[in-house]
């Protein structure tokens, strides 16, 4: 029963954290720290639920360039908070 229960807890936690933030935190994170020129804290308050303009910014930022439309997308609703 321990086994079971500790096997549901880590499969919980796993998909606790929402897949644009993975995606996010792996591949945007290093240029968009605080600190730097456009911090997250920064992108999420300006772009509050403007989705399709963070869209825009990851499609020029050189990061964001190696990203997928449905990579892009999946960050852009998370950072936009419309993400369900």
């Excluded at 050189?62 to 993400?83: C, F, K, Q, T, Y």
Aim: net charge positive; glycine share 8%; with cysteine.
């Amino acid at each position: 029963m321990r086994v079971f229960t500790y096997t549901a807890f880590l499969v919980g936690f796993a998909f606790a954290v929402s897949e644009g933030q993975m995606i996010f935190e792996n591949n945007c994170l290093r240029c968009h720290q605080e600190g730097s020129k456009k911090p997250l804290s920064y992108l999420k308050k300006e772009y509050k639920g403007r989705a399709d303009a963070i869209m825009v910014l990851a499609k020029q930022c050189p990061w964001g360039r190696n990203l997928s439309d449905m990579e892009i997308e999946m960050v852009s609703r998370w950072i936009a908070g419309e993400e369900k």
